[in-house]
Each structure stands twice: as structure tokens, then as C-alpha cells.
């Protein structure tokens, strides 16, 4: 059926024990005009000092198991750089955090998503991903609990389509945020994963109180999570393994957008410069309290815009006696172009009960996750046009909204740097090819 198969890995990243590394990484990719049909990744470790074979994903003795090493999060984006960039970036194995502080400049002024294919409503280029996210997406779902074979997969017509001559005339690459916590032995994993500031032992002043911030990077900012005494503190190196189904581009692929929507995003506009800055209401947002209170608290979230911005995280506080100990909270964005959603991923965190996608008329996706036994979270359910009784595509039309709600399990102790983004996958009716990102 002129299906092909590509497994690549990506360069590696050594932690010790309770170390922290979040680095961008120039990434292999399939030559020529292809069309991704499914996408599969898996973190993965060397033996002995050997890099692990790039066989196909996923799982066997190379695979790291959830309590070595906890995937805060990676996501696949594309940059436009001069070549002279770009060569650096491969010959020194890419941008570690703290050399250019937030990225702005390479996040920012490099991103090309947002033109071509990964067109979402967030000014941060690391959103416009094109898969991910978190440490849910890691090795076959069916392996963790869940149903799928794949972590990605899109029916007929339907593909992520990518140029490879047009890319390399364009100076566009592919690259991986990698965002990796080595959690053998610690001794607080939640406070470790959540990031939450006195455990990894950054200060970011008295509101901010865990998150991103505090978790960045041990090089940037000495943040690290504590290790039970007497562990072995040898170095360890993680790749990410990652298998690509495809077909070559033909005239009857039908290309999908890839829109991740964010819920604590407040921004005025959709972060789009073709749509020409398509008006943002987020009426639900503003219709929700318990959300409102989450941002203007500032105990989580980036900060990085002086107005309304994507927070990429919230703050879930901890149960209040009497309460439901359910933490809701929903969003709504207007679409600035009309659309057939074809499949969805949502991406939460441990303590997720589950997250939605709605028009104003139904809900059409629920994705629930499947907890391991050590508490971690596995999986994450998607949904998929011909699968759990989603028959046909959903038509959302420009100016419609797009609703997102997620729910968490409230506890004694808060929810630290959660997220809840409804990353949707959707074929444009009025579909521009783009120009370039913004260097040219």
C-alpha cells in the first residue's frame, strides 16, 4: 500500500541522579514530500555505554523505565535558520537551556510552524509542535494500559505532511525540546515531577511557588531534585526513539493542521500572522472563576508577556475540607479558518481525571488516562475519526468555538505546574501552503 517505515534517534542527554535537562536538538527527518500517517516515540537509554540500536519503536532492554527517568515533556517543531546557524547547532548537538536564557530569539524568531502545518493560537514557538508531549507519550499505548497501536495514527486521507526539498530551500529543519528529569532515587517524586520550587531548590520569589521556573535546567539554575543517601550517582544517557509511517505526498492527501489549543492561554488574538491577528474572546475563561483565580495567583505558569499570553501551566490548589476535591476548569478559542477535526491528543498530568473537547453543540472527544501501578501516569486516550463512535469528521466553522475542559483530582497537597492542552488535528477548508517562517 506504499507505506514506509523510518526509526531514528535522537542525540543523547547525560543526567546524573535528581538532574535536570531541557535542550533543543536538530533531529534526522524522512527526505522527500511525504505524508506522516503515524508517529511513535519512546525514551530510551544506552547499555554498558552503547547507544541503543534505532530499531523500530518501542519497548526492550534499551527502553527507560518510568522510574529512571520522568519526561517532563518533547515536542517536534520546525526552525528556519541561516545555514550557518544551523550548522553550529548540529556541531555543538544542539541549544542547551541556559545558554540563551528562554530561547527567546530561536523560539520565536526561528519558528516556522506556525506557516507550515502547526498552526495554533499560542505566540510560543514551541507550540506550534507538530507531536509530543509529555511523559504519557512514551512507547506503544497499548503496551501502558492503553488501546492504540500507535501514538499517532490518522486515517485516510488524512496526513502531517511535510516538504523535504522545499524545507532545505527554505533552510527549515526539524528539532526536538527534550525535557528530561532523572528521578532514580529521589526522594520527593511528586515534588521532583511537579517541580515545585523548594524540592528542586530554586527561588523565583514569594508567588512562585513550582512550575517550569523551577525546573529548567541543574546547569541553568542549580535546580535538582534531592537522592536518597548513598545512591549511586552515575551518569546516565536518554535518547528518544522515534518510528515514522509514511506515504509520498499524492494530489488526494488531505493535509491536517496541528493546533495546540492551552488552557491558561489569555492572549487577545490568535498568534497567527497570515489570519492577521484573528480576535480572541476566550469566553469561557472569563465565565470561569475557578480558572481565573488559578492564572491571577501566579503560584504557576510562564509569565514571559506583560499581557495576555499562553501560561503554558496552572496552579491546582490543594483540597479545601467539604469540597468535591475535583479541580475543573475550561477554555474556548474561536477558529480564524473552518475546519474537519480529524483526531485529538490531550496532554494533563498525574492527577488528570480526564479532559474534553466540545463545540458548542456536543462534545465529541473524552480522553482518559491509565494510571501504573507506582502512580505513574501511562497513557493518555485519544480520539480518531472511525474509532469509539466518531464517525465523521468534526466541521467547526471560522469564528465557531472550540471548548476544552479538564478536570484533576485534588489531594492534601497542591498540584504544582499542570497542564491541559487539547491538541487538535485538523484538515484546513481553506488551506494556504504559507510562506516561510519569519527569516527568510
Same mark, same amino acid.
Given at each position: 500500500?506504499?507505506?514506509?517505515?523510518?526509526?531514528?534517534?535522537?542525540?543523547?542527554?547525560?543526567?546524573? %541522579?535528581?538532574?535536570?535537562?531541557?535542550?533543543?536538538?536538530?533531529?534526522?527527518?524522512?527526505?522527500?514530500?511525504?505524508?506522516? *500517517?503515524?508517529?511513535?516515540?519512546?525514551?530510551?537509554?544506552?547499555?554498558?555505554?552503547?547507544? %541503543?540500536?534505532?530499531?523500530?519503536?518501542?519497548?526492550?532492554?534499551?527502553?527507560?523505565?518510568?522510574?529512571?527517568?520522568?519526561?517532563?515533556?518533547?515536542?517536534?517543531?520546525?526552525?528556519?535558520?541561516?545555514?550557518?546557524?544551523?550548522?553550529?547547532?548540529?556541531?555543538?548537538?544542539?541549544? %542547551?537551556?541556559?545558554?540563551?536564557?528562554?530561547?527567546?530569539?530561536?523560539?520565536?524568531?526561528?519558528?516556522?510552524?506556525?506557516?507550515?502545518?502547526?498552526?495554533?493560537?499560542? %505566540?510560543?514557538?514551541?507550540?506550534?509542535?507538530?507531536?509530543?508531549?509529555?511523559?504519557?507519550?512514551?512507547?506503544?499505548?497499548?503496551?501502558?494500559?492503553?488501546?492504540?497501536?500507535?501514538?499517532?495514527?490518522?486515517?485516510?486521507?488524512?496526513?502531517?505532511?511535510?516538504?523535504?526539498?522545499?524545507? $532545505?530551500?527554505?533552510?527549515?529543519?526539524?528539532?526536538?525540546?527534550?525535557?528530561?528529569?532523572?528521578?532514580?532515587?529521589?526522594?520527593?517524586?511528586?515534588?521532583?515531577?511537579?517541580?515545585?520550587? *523548594?524540592?528542586?531548590?530554586?527561588?523565583?520569589?514569594?508567588?512562585?511557588?513550582?512550575?517550569?521556573?523551577?525546573?529548567?535546567?541543574?546547569?541553568?539554575?542549580?535546580?535538582?531534585?534531592?537522592?536518597?543517601?548513598?545512591?549511586?550517582?552515575?551518569?546516565?544517557?536518554?535518547?528518544?526513539?522515534?518510528?515514522?509511517?509514511?506515504?509520498?505526498?499524492?494530489?488526494?492527501? $488531505?493535509?491536517?493542521?496541528?493546533?495546540?489549543?492551552?488552557?491558561?492561554?489569555?492572549?487577545?488574538?490568535?498568534?497567527?500572522?497570515?489570519?492577521?491577528?484573528?480576535?480572541?474572546?476566550?469566553?469561557?475563561? *472569563?465565565?470561569?472563576?475557578?480558572?481565573?483565580?488559578?492564572?491571577?495567583?501566579?503560584?504557576?505558569?510562564?509569565?514571559?508577556?506583560?499581557?495576555?499570553?499562553? !501560561?503554558?501551566?496552572?496552579?491546582?490548589?490543594?483540597?479545601?475540607?467539604?469540597?468535591?476535591?475535583?479541580?475543573?476548569?475550561?477554555?474556548?478559542?474561536?477558529?480564524?479558518?473552518?475546519?474537519?477535526?480529524?483526531?485529538?491528543?490531550?496532554?494533563?498530568?498525574?492527577?488528570?481525571?480526564?479532559? &474534553?473537547?466540545?463545540?458548542?453543540?456536543?462534545?465529541?472527544?473524552?480522553?482518559?488516562?491509565?494510571?501504573?501501578?507506582?502512580?505513574?501516569?501511562?497513557?493518555?486516550?485519544?480520539?480518531?475519526?472511525?474509532?469509539?463512535?466518531?464517525?465523521?469528521?468534526?466541521?467547526?466553522?471560522?469564528?465557531?468555538?472550540?471548548?476544552?475542559?479538564?478536570?484533576?483530582?485534588?489531594?492534601?497537597?497542591?498540584?504544582?505546574?499542570?497542564?491541559?492542552?487539547?491538541?487538535?488535528?485538523?484538515?484546513?477548508? &481553506?488551506?494556504? !501552503?504559507?510562506?516561510?517562517?519569519?527569516?527568510?
Amino acid at each position: 500500500n506504499g507505506l514506509k517505515e523510518q526509526t531514528f534517534l535522537s542525540l543523547p542527554m547525560r543526567l546524573k %541522579p535528581g538532574e535536570i535537562k531541557n535542550d533543543y536538538m536538530p533531529i534526522p527527518w524522512p527526505k522527500g514530500h511525504i505524508a506522516v *500517517k503515524a508517529f511513535t516515540a519512546d525514551l530510551v537509554k544506552d547499555i554498558d555505554g552503547s547507544p %541503543p540500536p534505532p530499531t523500530p519503536c518501542c519497548g526492550g532492554p534499551t527502553a527507560a523505565a518510568h522510574n529512571e527517568a520522568y519526561l517532563h515533556h518533547w515536542t517536534l517543531n520546525k526552525w528556519q535558520l541561516p545555514g550557518f546557524l544551523f550548522k553550529s547547532m548540529v556541531k555543538s548537538g544542539g541549544i %542547551p537551556f541556559e545558554e540563551d536564557g528562554y530561547l527567546e530569539k530561536e523560539v520565536i524568531a526561528a519558528d516556522a510552524g506556525m506557516n507550515t502545518g502547526a498552526n495554533g493560537p499560542c %505566540p510560543d514557538g514551541l507550540l506550534h509542535t507538530y507531536f509530543g508531549v509529555g511523559n504519557e507519550v512514551r512507547g506503544r499505548p497499548y503496551a501502558n494500559g492503553g488501546t492504540e497501536l500507535e501514538a499517532y495514527e490518522f486515517p485516510d486521507p488524512y496526513a502531517v505532511v511535510f516538504d523535504g526539498d522545499k524545507m $532545505k530551500k527554505d533552510g527549515e529543519f526539524m528539532i526536538l525540546n527534550n525535557h528530561i528529569i532523572d528521578i532514580r532515587n529521589v526522594t520527593d517524586r511528586r515534588g521532583c515531577t511537579e517541580c515545585d520550587c *523548594k524540592v528542586t531548590g530554586v527561588k523565583k520569589g514569594s508567588t512562585y511557588l513550582g512550575g517550569l521556573a523551577c525546573c529548567h535546567s541543574t546547569s541553568a539554575d542549580g535546580g535538582k531534585c534531592p537522592v536518597a543517601a548513598g545512591t549511586d550517582m552515575t551518569e546516565q544517557a536518554y535518547y528518544i526513539k522515534y518510528t515514522l509511517k509514511w506515504r509520498e505526498f499524492s494530489d488526494d492527501v $488531505k493535509p491536517l493542521e496541528v493546533m495546540t489549543l492551552e488552557m491558561s492561554d489569555d492572549n487577545t488574538q490568535w498568534s497567527d500572522v497570515p489570519t492577521g491577528g484573528f480576535k480572541e474572546s476566550h469566553e469561557a475563561l *472569563k465565565s470561569d472563576p475557578v480558572l481565573e483565580k488559578s492564572l491571577h495567583g501566579r503560584h504557576s505558569g510562564v509569565n514571559w508577556m506583560k499581557h495576555g499570553s499562553c !501560561h503554558i501551566e496552572y496552579f491546582v490548589p490543594k483540597c479545601s475540607e467539604g469540597s468535591a476535591c475535583v479541580h475543573s476548569v475550561h477554555n474556548s478559542w474561536e477558529l480564524p479558518f473552518p475546519v474537519d477535526v480529524v483526531f485529538v491528543r490531550h496532554h494533563f498530568h498525574v492527577g488528570g481525571l480526564n479532559q &474534553t473537547l466540545s463545540t458548542k453543540d456536543a462534545t465529541f472527544c473524552q480522553s482518559l488516562p491509565k494510571y501504573g501501578a507506582e502512580g505513574f501516569l501511562n497513557d493518555i486516550s485519544t480520539c480518531a475519526v472511525a474509532k469509539k463512535g466518531w464517525k465523521t469528521p468534526v466541521r467547526v466553522e471560522q469564528g465557531e468555538q472550540l471548548i476544552s475542559r479538564a478536570m484533576y483530582q485534588q489531594d492534601d497537597r497542591p498540584h504544582y505546574g499542570v497542564m491541559g492542552f487539547s491538541v487538535v488535528y485538523a484538515h484546513r477548508l &481553506t488551506w494556504d !501552503h504559507g510562506a516561510g517562517g519569519f527569516l527568510v
